[in-house]
């Protein structure tokens, strides 16, 4: 399957901080989606990423796709504690089935 | 209400049982997924099913075996095979392989 680094693995941040979360393939992708999972709970999905160059955005949240299709960020704008939880990209290629990074996860202090 | 369901969301094991574990869905989607998830390691690929009656082995299917009766349901059997079997467990299920994926509330195994 499709190999994914996703980085960092864990990110401490004071509440009112921006997070930013990176997602490198070295194969070109399909698509690429993310998830959040909040601490004790599943992996509940944001968006999905299919096209070079995409931005889409949520509220604070701002999804990117790289030129090359190899690579994603997803940036939050101005922390708040309900955004603690681990965030993961998921990459598909071809006839790949999605394979997901390790994650990154994220701790706001108040 | 439609959604992904597992049971029971904790379960406790002997060393050497084997023990299934339940995953039903009622969102008419063909592709279902087994997930494995420890601290610090993500999401591994147990086994997935794009069509009834059809599924491959993932990353780490030794020691796990699954069945595609039914479109609604992909139960995993954790075999006495699997080395260390105690992690959480997460199914989920899409559409097709290339949409987004709707996971269930996961099971968390301990063998003692």
């Known amino acids: 399957g499709q190999q994914v680094m996703q980085i960092p693995q864990y990110q401490h941040v004071q509440e009112g901080e921006d997070f930013t979360t990176y997602c490198n393939s070295s194969?070109?992708?399909?698509?690429i989606q993310w998830y959040k999972q909040r601490p004790g709970g599943h992996p509940v999905f944001l968006i999905q990423l299919v096209k070079s160059g995409e931005v889409k955005k949520q509220k604070r949240l701002t999804f990117q796709f790289g030129e090359a299709k190899k690579n994603s960020s997803l940036h939050i704008t101005a922390t708040q504690t309900t955004d603690v939880g681990t965030y993961f990209c998921?990459?598909?290629?071809?006839?790949?089935?999605?394979?997901f990074g390790r994650g990154t996860s994220l701790i706001v202090h108040p | 209400d439609g959604g992904i369901t597992q049971s029971p969301k904790y379960l406790f094991r002997k060393e050497g049982q084997n023990v299934t574990l339940s995953c039903e869905q009622n969102?008419?989607?063909?592709?279902m997924y087994w997930y494995r998830q420890d601290p610090g390691q993500g999401l591994r690929l147990i086994y997935y099913?794009?069509?009834?009656?059809?599924?491959q082995k993932g990353d780490i299917a030794e020691g796990y075996s699954v069945s595609r009766e039914k479109k609604e349901s992909f139960p995993l059997t954790v075999t006495s095979a699997q080395k260390n079997p105690t992690a959480f467990y997460l199914c989920?299920?899409?559409?097709?392989?290339?949409?987004?994926?709707?996971f269930g509330p996961g099971t968390r195994l301990t063998v003692l």
């Open positions: 969102l008419n989607h063909d592709a």
């Open positions: 099913s794009q069509i009834v009656n059809d599924f």
């Open positions: 194969t070109t992708l399909s698509n």
């Open positions: 989920a299920s899409s559409i097709d392989r290339n949409n987004e994926q709707f």
């Open positions: 998921a990459v598909s290629g071809g006839s790949y089935i999605p394979t």
